[in-house]
């Protein structure tokens, strides 16, 4: 054939990540959990993409070859370090992604510079994605002022005061309500804020206190309530609610991981025809098709957790954590704590301050379970880049990666 002259050329040699890796005394883990502890506000794929830069800017690297090889072999460490590694994973995705393109696009004031411009370059342009990541959120609370405050097009008023429901502890949603309270352009209500816990605890955590507390100052009134007294509130409201979530990733398909019962909220939501948003960064978008919403798609992800602990028959303490049958226990909480929307901080309900000390303390400290809540559960996320359906997350990664 006349083809059997043309030589093929060779296969690149895939990167062994363990033997190419230049040695390095860097503490990839260490260095994430201590931006983790010291500030608040960052998210994990932020805070792994700074330990990643971090990483960079401390090795004396002289080669791509050596700079991708260092970046994969710490970027599965700090992976299989973590509990819940899909958050942390769409940051080092999306770094490792970056710094590929930026050495074939290099700007031409690059083209012919040594390896060391070129390293300071990318960590210099990486510093600054991150900062600008810290604008995502002010830029989703502006984008969700109209689903969470009802305006009158006549009149370019508010019309009325709707009811938000939220779970779990999101940043992002909290943004979004201290912003739509601000920007109400009038001097009426605009919104209460149901805010859901779940139903195996019996206090708020303190940033869920904190949020709480803040809303108040601001003139909004909230209601706590456990999640097993949802569809009761729901039915209890006179006006259509919504619920706004957050969500620590999202899935290709369109699903969010989140708190464990999201995915609860959401199916109450729609029984009850209730529309559910997720307020969302789009750095948060993770390259991962789940099959279904079981343990066994968060299990190929990477995820830890064992949310089926049985008792041992043979200790006496098999009941100790469903009280006397009578719905006392650990769930008993008084009928009218969970409607009453008086404008208080959840530091202001008796019964939460009864249940504080240092076990707590440890409570709040662990990290919470997750799970998978499916797209068709969710009317549509809203992101710093504007609002998208579920269907526009694969769209939006293939326009990343491809």
Partial sequence: ??????????????????????????????????????????????????????????????????????????????????????????????????????????????????????????????????????????????HALPFTIKRDASAGTSSGTTTIVTFGCSRVVHAVLAHAAEHSPSQTRPFDVICVTPAAASWLSSLQETSLAKLAALGIRTATIPLHGLAYALSSLSTAPQVLLGASAVLENGAIVSDLGSRTVGLIAHAFNVPLHVCVESYKFVRNFPLGCGPGDLTRMGVKQDVLKFSDPTSGDAASDFGDGDGGGVHERRGDDYFASEGKSASAIPEIEERGGPERETQDEEEPMIEITPPELISALITENGIMTTNAVSEELIKLWF
């Fill in 1 to 142: 054939m006349a083809t059997s002259s043309i030589s093929a050329s060779p296969a690149p040699r895939p990167i062994n990540a363990e033997a190419d890796s230049p040695s390095t005394e860097f503490d990839i883990i260490a260095t994430y959990n201590d931006l983790i502890r010291n500030d608040p506000t960052i998210t994990p794929p932020i805070a792994a993409i700074e330990s990643l830069i971090n990483l960079l800017a401390s090795s004396p690297l002289t080669t791509i070859s050596e700079t991708l090889a260092l970046l994969s072999t710490h970027s599965r460490k700090l992976l299989a370090s973590q509990r819940n590694p899909i958050p942390l994973s769409a940051g080092t995705d999306l770094f490792q992604r970056y710094l590929i393109s930026s050495f074939q696009q290099r700007p031409s004031s690059l083209a012919n510079s040594d390896f060391s411009t070129l390293r300071h370059h990318i960590i210099t342009q990486s510093s600054l994605f991150v900062k600008n990541a810290g604008t995502a959120r002010s830029k989703i609370a502006q």
